[in-house]
């Protein structure tokens, strides 16, 4: 079967580094995608990576290794209002999306 | 940058109801559009995907008859909650999808808080 696995929940410190990991395994590959959501609000689109290395964005930063099934977002400078839950995506062969449970991610000052 | 508008954000009403909920894209060509319930403090759950002018795909244990989908044109798709009750209040969430695959993401609409009393 597909699977995505990330941890259920996170604590960070304002201003400090935070990494969420996520491995997959799924049927066929075709790029995987980071979303955050708030709660009560639909998900927003962060990263996207299909090719090994690393994707920067700003203070968010997305990693892809295909080889080992494995990705993961690093938030920087955290700030109060990076509180949120990240979702790990991956599209399949068929270009379904197969979503992580998300990870709750808690900043305290 | 692609918007997706969902509508309504927000219904309240009575159990028997049936409620419609809308999804449009409102700058691209949404040729997939999916439906996602997400019960709080839970995962995103896909319902079903809709291809402009075909039937829709349910996942399993979703029920066709009683989530009604139409996709009728290449920007708008609809979600019909058939008589509603208790257990159908959730947070439903529609997401849409362009012709250009690859790294375009899945759109989202703002969601729709579904409470039936």
């Known amino acids: 079967g597909q699977n995505i696995d990330q941890p259920t929940e996170m604590t960070a410190t304002e201003g400090a580094i935070v990494q969420i990991n996520c491995t997959y395994q799924?049927?066929?590959?075709?790029?995987l995608f980071w979303y955050q959501q708030h709660a009560g609000e639909a998900p927003t689109f962060l990263s996207y990576?299909?090719l090994d290395g690393l994707e920067e964005k700003g203070r968010f930063s997305s990693f892809l290794s295909r080889s080992k099934g494995y990705s993961y977002l690093l938030l920087k400078e955290l700030q109060m209002k990076d509180s949120a839950s990240y979702l790990c995506a991956v599209r399949d062969s068929n270009y379904q999306l197969i979503w992580g449970a998300g990870t709750k991610l808690i900043i305290k000052p | 940058g692609a918007v997706v508008s969902q509508h309504p954000s927000r219904v309240i009403c009575k159990s028997g109801t049936s409620v419609k909920i809308e999804c449009r894209s409102l700058d691209f060509q949404a040729t997939t559009m999916f439906w996602y319930r997400q019960f709080p403090k839970q995962s995103l759950m896909l319902m079903a995907t809709s291809n402009e002018g075909s039937k829709a795909t349910y996942e399993q244990g979703v029920e066709k008859d009683k989530f009604l989908i139409n996709h009728a044109s290449l920007t708008l798709s609809t979600l019909t909650v058939t008589s509603a009750h208790p257990e159908d209040s959730s947070f439903y969430i529609c997401s849409a999808l362009g012709r250009v695959l690859g790294n375009q993401p899945q759109h989202f609409g703002d969601g729709t808080r579904l409470s039936i009393l």
């Open positions: 799924t049927s066929g590959f075709n790029g």
């Open positions: 990576n299909v």
